[in-house]
């Protein structure tokens, strides 16, 4: 029988009201997180007053007392009642091991920053898409920007030289990189990733491309203070790669983490991608772990979240100028046919290590 209207509706009253207190709690984490606050808390035994917890955070105890009773309320932190009024917080040990800084690859806590960042930057600018069709240019997201650059750096500096390139190809990626092969980083930002690879393989060439020209000079700025002479950066648009004779055929190995689903003519950007790769190039393409089908990832563990984030940027960024607009969520099927389309007619498809958000997707230019 039907569930009846009455049932259905208190039912999902209560879903809105858990829906309305999340997201309450991730504003205040955010805070929390930036703020120093769950660092300041973390690794104590005791239980301190709101007064306590302020002043080794540095900060003032009001906001800090106000703080603490979200954590409270959220069952964040633990409260207890000590002599006369006094309350005492404390953050229990398994809370800090997923939300502080010492919490390595387990840290949740640094992504509870994205959505307000993304509030902050584009929310009106997403409100007026939705009547207009148009797309929210980088411009608006400089803060978010920085935010993305600073997570992405640190997930290269723990795992690329260590974990990921030595994954590639079965090891024999990192043989040929010492022996010395040229490679692109397409979307390089800031050229983190590409210099630590220049750095670590110094017998290789490296080229780094990226469409806008602050990350470039910061790249450069960085190339330089490491007295680096194998790596050149390019101020490139990666759709039009193809027209750049220059560069046609020149690389053995190309690599873009997480730049192709942003890219407003994705399409064109792989097929430049195969087009400067040598006969027998590789291509390692790093992307979100998602299906192509919302249906698909509604079982997604954080499912909402990404699509938010994609909402909220990477699909408004796809759709400058017409762009198509692919969002983060384009999902494994749709990433394979696009490179598929591209040139590449084998297209391997594995999961990276230590990496549970993004999948790998390996290509040789036959």
């Known amino acids: 029988m039907p ?48 007064a306590e917890i302020a002043a080794a955070a540095g900060l003032h105890e009001r906001y800090a007392r106000e703080w603490l009773g979200v954590m409270a309320a959220a069952g964040i932190v633990e409260l207890t009642e000590g002599e006369g009024e006094t309350e005492r917080f404390l953050l229990p040990g398994a809370h800090g ?80 990189l010492q022996q010395g092969i040229r490679v692109c980083d ?27 020209a602050e990350p470039v000079e910061e790249a450069r700025r960085r190339a330089r203070r490491m007295a680096l002479h194998n790596v050149e950066i390019l101020r490139q648009d990666a759709s039009e790669l193809d027209a750049d004779e220059a560069l046609r055929e020149s690389f053995d190995y190309v690599t873009a983490f997480d730049a192709i689903h942003d890219q407003t003519r994705p399409r ?33 563990p954080m499912g909402a979240f990404l699509y938010t984030v994609s909402l909220m940027h990477c699909l408004p960024v796809g759709l400058v100028e017409g762009g198509e607009g692919l969002g983060m969520m384009w999902g494994r099927q749709k990433a394979t046919a696009l490179l598929q389309e591209a040139g590449f007619s084998d297209v391997k498809v594995s999961e990276i290590p230590e990496d549970p958000f993004n999948l790998h997707f390996f290509c040789t230019r036959r």
């Open 97 to 176: 091991d997923l939300l502080t800084r010492r919490a390595g690859e387990a840290n949740l806590g640094v992504y509870t920053q994205e959505i307000p960042l993304l509030t902050q930057c584009a929310m009106e600018a997403v409100v007026d898409g939705f009547h207009t069709g148009s797309g929210v240019g980088y411009e608006r997201y400089p803060k978010f920007q920085a935010f993305m650059t600073q997570l992405a750096d640190a997930k290269h500096r723990r795992m690329l030289i260590s974990t990921f390139l030595p994954s590639v190809d079965g090891g024999r990626l990192v043989k040929q």
């Open 186 to 212: 397409v979307g390089c930002g800031e050229g983190v990733g590409l210099l630590l690879m220049a750095e670590a393989f110094p017998n290789s060439r490296f080229t780094g491309i990226d469409l806008f």
């Open 3 to 50: 569930e009846d209207r009455e049932r259905r509706k208190e039912r999902f009253s209560k879903k809105m009201m858990e829906i309305l207190n999340a997201g309450a709690v991730n504003l205040a984490l955010a805070i929390g997180y930036r703020t120093g606050l769950l660092d300041a808390m973390d690794g104590l035994d005791t239980p301190l007053s709101s």
């Open 268 to 300: 064109q950007a792989l097929a430049g991608v195969w087009s400067i790769l040598k006969p027998g190039g590789r291509f390692s393409m790093v992307d979100i772990a998602a299906d192509s089908r919302t249906a698909r990832n509604l079982d997604h």
